[in-house]
């Protein structure tokens, strides 16, 4: 029924565990989501880091950037609202995680490869606005776009911006 039908009662029922137990453990919903998220990301982050090319090393870094995309954009269209739920909270709090701040450094990182002269932490930010979850789903469900297009449109973001800066 998606995350959002999901509450801790039922979550601790299915468990076998008292509502308290998840709640030390977890901390709220959004602690709960980033759990289960917790391996995605990091299966996903070893492809970053050693996976074959063009997400892994050893591509061209615009080709790796809209590698980069695309993986972002499957693990959203797969769990959406799952990275949704994670994100909830206090104001600010997903760009203060760990997995935000790897992506961040990936995104800068690759963006200084590109061109030095890019303002690689302002675009980092713009290009990871590009790939929320909020905002895909608002793509998909209100505007009509599909997964296809959307990699696309971000294909064309990164291209502007490597073409822009030489």
């Known amino acids: 029924h998606g995350a959002e039908a999901v509450s801790m009662d039922a979550v601790a029922d299915a468990a076998g565990v008292g509502k308290g137990t998840l709640y030390r453990r977890f901390g709220d919903r959004s602690g709960l989501a980033r759990a289960i ?44 609202d799952l990275i949704m ?16 701040a790897t992506y961040r450094m990936h995104v800068h990182r690759l963006l200084r490869d590109i061109d030095p002269r890019i303002d690689a932490d302002y675009f980092a930010d713009i290009l990871l606005a590009a790939l929320n979850a909020e905002m895909y789903g608002f793509w998909q469900s209100d505007v009509g776009l599909d997964k296809r297009r959307i990699s696309d449109g971000f294909r064309q973001l990164v291209t502007s911006i490597a073409t822009t800066s030489n």
């Open 85 to 100: 739920a994670a994100q909830i909270g206090k104001a600010g709090a997903r760009f203060a995680g760990p997995v935000y």
């Open 37 to 80: 998220l917790d391996e995605r990301d990091r299966e996903f982050q070893e492809k970053l880091i050693r996976g074959e090319p063009p997400l892994g090393p050893g591509a061209d870094p615009v080709e790796r950037l809209v590698a980069f995309g695309d993986g972002v954009i499957e693990l959203i269209a797969s769990y959406g």
